[in-house]
C-alpha cells in the first residue's frame, strides 16, 4: 500500500524567503509523485509531478521538487516567496505504474502562509 | 471552456436525507472520481470510474452510491446522510493513461446536522 506524508501542517513565511515544504511517501514499486496547490474556496490545480526521468522536476509559479529515492522524498520548493503563494499545498502518489486511471494517495495537506 | 463543473456549491442537509451530487467535464476524460476533503486528512477517494460503464470503490466508500451516467456525467448520491459525511466533495477526471493527470472541480461544501 502506497502513503504520503507531509511534515509540517502549517510553514509560514516572510515575502521573499525561501519555501521549502516536506513529503515522504511509502510504496512498494517505483512511484509517480505529484504536488497539488489548493487556493481558497477552489479545487485543486497540479503545480509538478515526477513520473520517470529526470529527478529535479520544474513547475509553474517558480516551484520545483526533487525526487530522492534513497530518502523515500519529494520536497517542494521555491526560492523566493511571494504573498501569492498563499495557499495549501498536497502531496500525492501513485504507485500502480500508470494503469491505476488516477488513483491517487494524497497527504494531509501543508497551509502556507506568506508574511510581508 | 468549463472543464469539471459541481453542483451544487453548498448544501445543508438534515440526518437521514438523501441527496445527488452532479458533476460533469467537456474535456472528453475516460476517468472520473469522487473524492472527500476533511481538515488535516487530506483527500480520499471515495468512487472512481475508469472508463464509461464501469465504477469501483475508492478508499471510503461506504454510506455513498456513484452511477457514471455518461462519459460526461459521474454523479454521487447520498442516500441516508449523516454528521459524519460533513466535508467539502470534489470532483475530477482525468484523460487516463501514463501521467495520472487529475483535473478537480471546485468542490461541494456538504453539512449533516
Known amino acids: 500500500a502506497q502513503s504520503v506524508t507531509q511534515l509540517g501542517s502549517h510553514v509560514s513565511v516572510s515575502e521573499g524567503a525561501l519555501v521549502l515544504l516536506r513529503c515522504n511517501y511509502s510504496?512498494?514499486?517505483?512511484?509517480?509523485l505529484f504536488w497539488y496547490v489548493q487556493y481558497p474556496n477552489q479545487g485543486l490545480q497540479l503545480l509538478l509531478k515526477y513520473t520517470t526521468g529526470a529527478t529535479l522536476v520544474k513547475g509553474i509559479n517558480g516551484f520545483e521538487a526533487e525526487f530522492k529515492k534513497s530518502e523515500t522524498s519529494f520536497h517542494l520548493t521555491k526560492p523566493s516567496a511571494h504573498m501569492s503563494d498563499a495557499a495549501e499545498y498536497f502531496c500525492?502518489?501513485?504507485?500502480?505504474?500508470?494503469?491505476?486511471?488516477?488513483?491517487?494517495?494524497f497527504g494531509q495537506g501543508t497551509i502556507l502562509t506568506v508574511h510581508p | 471552456n468549463a472543464g469539471v463543473t459541481q453542483t451544487p456549491k453548498f448544501q445543508v442537509l438534515k440526518t437521514g436525507q438523501s441527496m445527488t451530487l452532479q458533476c460533469a467535464q467537456d474535456?472528453?476524460?475516460?476517468?472520473m472520481y469522487w473524492y472527500r476533503q476533511d481538515p488535516g486528512m487530506g483527500l480520499r477517494l471515495i468512487y472512481y470510474s475508469a472508463s464509461e460503464g464501469t465504477t469501483d470503490k475508492g478508499e471510503v466508500p461506504n454510506g455513498y452510491n456513484v452511477s457514471r451516467l455518461n462519459k460526461r456525467e459521474f454523479s454521487l448520491r447520498l442516500e441516508s446522510a449523516a454528521p459524519s459525511q460533513t466535508s467539502v466533495y470534489f470532483c475530477?477526471?482525468?484523460?487516463?493513461?501514463?501521467?495520472?493527470?487529475?483535473?478537480f472541480g471546485p468542490g461541494t461544501r456538504l453539512t449533516v446536522t
Open positions: 500525492a502518489v501513485s504507485d500502480d505504474g500508470g494503469t491505476s486511471y488516477g488513483k491517487l494517495t
Open positions: 475530477a477526471s482525468s484523460p487516463g493513461g501514463t501521467g495520472l493527470l487529475l483535473y
Open positions: 510504496s512498494s514499486v517505483p512511484p509517480y
Open positions: 474535456m472528453n476524460h475516460n476517468s
